[in-house]
Structures are given as C-alpha cells and as structure tokens.
C-alpha cells in the first residue's frame, strides 16, 4: 500500500512566522502535490511537482512556495504565516499518467 | 478555470435511507473520480468512470457518467453509519490534472 506521510498532524503558529509542512511518499512516485482543503471550497491546488527539482504552481500559489530535493520529500513553504491560511493542507502523490491521487492524512495549520 | 459543483453540500440521513448526491459542471472531463474522506484522514478513492454513460457499482454505491461527460452521480442504497464522511467529485483533464467539487458531508444516523 502506498504511505504519504505528513510529518504533523496539527501546527499553531503565529503570525508572520515561516512555516514548513512536510511530506514524504515511500511508492517512488513522480507526482506530489499540495492542497488547501476549506469547508465548501474542496480541495484547492497550491504547488504540484512533476519530479524532483521540478515544481508548478497550481490554482493559489500566493504566499507559499515548495521544495522538492529529494523524489519522496516534498516541502510546503509558507513564508510568512498570515490568518488566512489556516486551513487543512493535504499532500498527495501518484505516477506521472494515473489520475489517482493518494494523500496523507493532513497537517491541520491554525495561524494566530 | 474548470468547475464542479456538488450538491447537496450537507445531507442528514437515517440509516437505512437512500440517497442521491449530484456533481455537475459546465465543462467535459476525460475522467470522474470519486473518492470519500472520514474525520482526521484524506481522501480515498472510490471509483474512477471513464466513459459517458459509464454505471459502475461497488457494493450498495452506484456510480454513473453523464452521457456528455460533464456531470456525475453517487447513488447510496440502505445507507450504514460507516457511509459517514465527506464525499468529493474530482474531474480529470489535460495533464491528468483533477479539479475537485466542494464536497458533500454525508451523516447517517442510527
């Protein structure tokens, strides 16, 4: 079974904080993903990454950026933490060509 | 920018119900994922429909593709408590890139 693993399951941070979420798949998978889940609003794509050293920016890329050094890490960088992205944030992985995503559990992130 | 729309948003059943969520959209998708999330984990896919007109079915759930490729439907008969979470839509596109609908909170009572 594939495991995409967030490293934690709920983060508080204050404003004007940097901010690292990571996540880590163990199927050598190409593909990685982050989401911004929001009651209402589904699942909204920030950053994707094709392969390693690779990153595009998805659907609200603003405020945050990526890392992808290594193919089963891939690094969900909020520069300076403002309210408004306290959300859910899903990460997901899958080979190039399959629609199937296989997410993480998710990394709850309240901003103060 | 695609769009999906599902309804209802929010559904409150008893068990032993049956029900009917929507996902709509003016826009046609090469592919029609399904995939149900419970409190504290992600999404899990249910059923992937390729082709228009496409019903698959997965024990009491049935999945149909609309003929034109832009609208979907999850049919639950008997609903249990374990049918509880969040349901998504995803539609596939260029690139294998999804576009996900809102969501609908299905909570079966007992």
């Known amino acids: 079974d594939v495991k995409v693993t967030q490293s934690s399951r709920y983060l508080v941070k204050r404003t004007g904080e940097k901010v690292f979420l990571e996540c880590v798949q163990d199927m050598d998978h190409e593909n990685m993903f982050w989401y911004r889940q929001d009651p209402g609003l589904g699942l909204r794509l920030i950053y994707f990454?094709?392969?390693?050293?690779?990153?595009e920016k998805g659907d609200i890329p603003e405020g945050y950026s990526v890392s992808r050094e290594k193919k089963e890490r891939f690094s969900l960088i909020l520069e300076s933490a403002s309210t408004n992205q306290t959300s859910m944030y899903l990460c997901a992985s899958r080979f190039p060509g399959e629609f199937t995503l296989h997410f993480g559990n998710g990394t709850r992130l309240t901003v103060t | 920018t695609q769009l999906l729309e599902q309804s209802p948003q929010f559904l409150s059943i008893q068990e032993g119900e049956n029900l009917t969520v929507y996902c709509n959209s003016s826009s046609v998708f090469s592919s029609l994922q399904w995939y149900r999330q419970e409190p504290g984990e992600g999404p899990v896919l249910l059923v992937t429909v390729v082709t228009g007109g496409e019903v698959k079915k997965l024990k009491r759930l049935t999945f149909q593709f609309g003929d034109a490729r832009k609208d979907s439907s999850l049919h639950i008969t008997a609903a249990q408590t374990g049918d509880t979470g969040l349901y998504l839509c995803a539609g596939g596109s260029a690139g294998n890139m999804l576009t996900f609908g809102g969501g609908t909170r299905l909570m079966v009572k007992p």
């Open positions: 990454s094709y392969d390693v050293k690779m990153k």
